[in-house]
């Protein structure tokens, strides 16, 4: 971690937006496999009838991980 003094040193394109990763499904966020680092994944939403609880299942194409985010309504 940069010690805070080097914020001084910050270079004039560190202050503009990070371009998102072309192979993501995001642009404004910065959203990859944790596992495998790839950013293509996808995004589906399913019901879950036994709970009733809504959720989005992220999927890694790469490497097939997935994470369940629950969905507030
Ligand atoms: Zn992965």
Not at 44 to 55: I, L, R, V
Not at 57 to 65: N, Q, V
């Amino acid at each position: 971690m940069p010690i805070n003094s080097q914020r001084w040193f910050m270079r004039k394109e560190d202050y503009e937006l990070r371009q998102a990763n072309p192979d993501s499904p995001f642009r404004s966020f910065d959203v990859k496999c944790l596992k495998c680092g790839c950013y293509k994944l996808t995004l589906t939403a399913h019901y879950d009838e036994q709970t009733g609880e809504s959720f989005l299942l992220f999927f890694c194409t790469r490497c097939r991980r997935q994470e369940q985010i629950p969905i507030k309504i």
